[in-house]
């Protein structure tokens, strides 16, 4: 599964940008697809996910209410809606995917076997 990230950009705080996550070779069916952001120096951390079948999402408490995965099946692709962003969200944004991401394993990285590369995306104050 080759995945492949885009959309990062600069952005003024309180603006918005849109993420995609596409893959190759596959559908993502059957797959949990998550976003993961790392801002210089500091740790790789989880943002967003969706399991692909159920639909099911999930956020981190800090983007919460702020930003919304949503999928294109006929796409095959994943975006990563980010609204009201804030200075702190400036970071690299990694798209990942998992066939095998057990509920309570959603949130950590090292539960996902294929990455894209990332997207940097900065918010400006």
């Known amino acids: 599964v080759q995945l492949q990230a885009s959309g990062g950009g600069l952005v003024q705080a309180g603006g918005s940008l849109r993420l995609s996550c596409t893959t190759s070779?596959?559908?993502?069916?059957?797959?949990?697809v998550a976003w993961f952001r790392q801002a210089p120096g500091k740790e790789r951390e989880f943002v967003a996910a969706?399991?692909?079948?159920?639909?099911?999402?999930f956020y981190a408490d800090s983007v919460k209410g702020r930003f919304t995965i949503s999928r294109d099946n006929a796409k095959s692709t994943v975006y990563l809606e980010m609204n009201s962003m804030k200075p702190e969200d400036t970071a690299v944004y990694s798209c990942?995917?998992?066939?095998?991401?057990?509920?309570?394993?959603?949130?950590?990285?090292?539960?996902?076997?294929?990455w894209g590369q990332g997207t940097k995306v900065t918010v400006s104050s």
């Open positions: 990942a995917a998992g066939s095998r991401v057990i509920l309570s394993s959603t949130r950590s990285s090292s539960a996902y076997d294929y």
């Open positions: 070779g596959r559908t993502f069916r059957d797959y949990t």
């Open positions: 969706m399991r692909w079948n159920s639909r099911t999402t």
